[in-house]
């Protein structure tokens, strides 16, 4: 059983540029949210994605937008990158059933910006 | 006021002690929390959920809920070296979909 699988594992890009990360969900999952996390502190919530449609977003300039397919893998995008976006980028995946949403994460992308 | 607090520590028990792990919570109608834990270099990995109140044990973890007092409590019996790490409190938050997360306390159990 295929756990919740991310790429590319590591990026480095420049000020300005553009970035998109990948995102695969465990098996019999159909939710994915995607997570911030810089160093020394607890997962941002970015945003979530179920059934194609981006369903809560959290406060995150428009710079960071997403997208989920049909087999309910799902990309990150950040526009015009910031030094301050360097960061490591969770994905994760979840079935929701009641009051209980467990997730399950990715190995995360680590992201330099220079 | 933050969503959810946590010491971030670093928090140090000799090996065979208990670890004692504390969390606050600010959104009274939350229903659903989570211990997460994180190793060095790693992404989070679910421990323990619990969702009443009261105390839910699985092998050497107990959590510990009191929704009066918005209080959540991770206890580590026997510490071992292997349970270094960092530990997250979550709180799925109401009227909404995100899980939140405090900024972790770092645990160091000593051989």
């Known amino acids: 059983d295929a756990g919740v699988t991310q790429s590319p594992t590591h990026l480095i890009k420049t000020r300005g540029q553009q970035v998109t990360l990948r995102c695969s969900p465990k098996?019999?999952?159909?939710?994915v949210s995607w997570y911030q996390q810089a160093l020394g502190q607890g997962p941002q919530f970015i945003f979530q994605y179920y059934e194609e449609e981006e369903r809560q977003r959290g406060n995150f300039p428009d710079r960071f937008s997403g997208h989920q397919f049909p087999n309910y893998s799902s990309e990150l995008n950040v526009n015009a990158l910031l030094l301050g976006d360097s960061a490591l980028y969770l994905c994760a995946s979840s079935s929701p059933t009641g009051v209980g949403e467990k997730l399950f994460f990715g190995s995360g992308t680590q992201l330099s910006v220079l | 006021q933050k969503e959810v607090e946590q010491n971030s520590g670093p928090l140090s028990v000799p090996e065979g002690a208990i670890a004692s792990l504390n969390c606050t919570y600010s959104?009274?109608?939350?229903?659903?929390f989570f211990w997460y834990r994180q190793y060095s270099g790693k992404s989070p990995e679910l421990i323990m959920s619990i969702y009443s109140n009261g105390d839910k044990e699985d092998g050497r973890f107990t959590a510990q809920l009191n929704k009066a007092s918005q209080y959540v409590s991770l206890l580590i019996r026997d510490s071992q070296p292997s349970d270094s790490a960092t530990y997250l409190c979550?709180?799925?938050?109401?009227?909404?979909?995100?899980?939140?997360f405090g900024a972790g306390t770092r645990l160091f159990v000593k051989a």
């Open positions: 959104d009274r109608g939350s229903q659903s």
């Open positions: 979550a709180v799925r938050s109401t009227g909404g979909f995100k899980t939140i």
């Open positions: 098996s019999g999952h159909d939710t």
